[in-house]
C-alpha cells in the first residue's frame, strides 16, 4: 500500500512508526538565471548533519523522458575548507519535465525509492511514494525550510579519548 498524497512523506501511518528518513528531497519550479529558461529543481540533502563542512553528495544521475534516477556514490569535501555545519546536498534544474515524473534515488548499499509527482510550470504535487520510504519530500521551498530543524539529526558531541601507549607510563 502506498502513502497517499501529501507535500511531506510522514503520512499518519508512517507518523506512528518510526521511520528512518535519511535524505529530504525538495521538487520545485526554478528559474536558471544563466540560461534564461524554466525548469523543476530537484534537491537531496542528508538529514545527518556534518560539523567541519558542507559536504556534496557525489550522484550518477541518468533521466529519460519522465524519469529521474539519482544514485548515490558517497560525500565529496568542498573545495574550500571553510568550517560549516549542514547536511550534504546535491542538486540539479532539469528542464523540459511535465506531467508525471517518477524520481528514484538508489542509496549506496543499493536500497531504492521511487517517488511520483506530477509537474506543471506553476508547482509540483506529489502523486505517490513507498509507504517506508528513506526520503522525505516536499514540494514547497517554505515548508522545505521550516521542516528542516525537525527532520535534521543533530550532530552528537565526540569526546576526545587519551589512550595510554602500552609499557608507557
Known sequence: MRAPAATHTLSPMAAKQKID???????VPAFDETLQQHGMLFLVETVKQFTNFNYQILIEESSAKRTVTW??????APAMSMPAIGGARYDKIYFGLSGTVHFTLIKKDGQENTVTVKVSPTGVKLIDMPQHSFIAVYTGSDEFEAKRTDDMQKPSHKPDI???VPGHK
Open 71 to 76: 544514485k548515490i556514490h558517497g560525500l565529496s
Open 162 to 164: 587519551h589512550r595510554a
Open 21 to 27: 528518513i535519511e535524505y529530504r528531497l525538495l521538487v
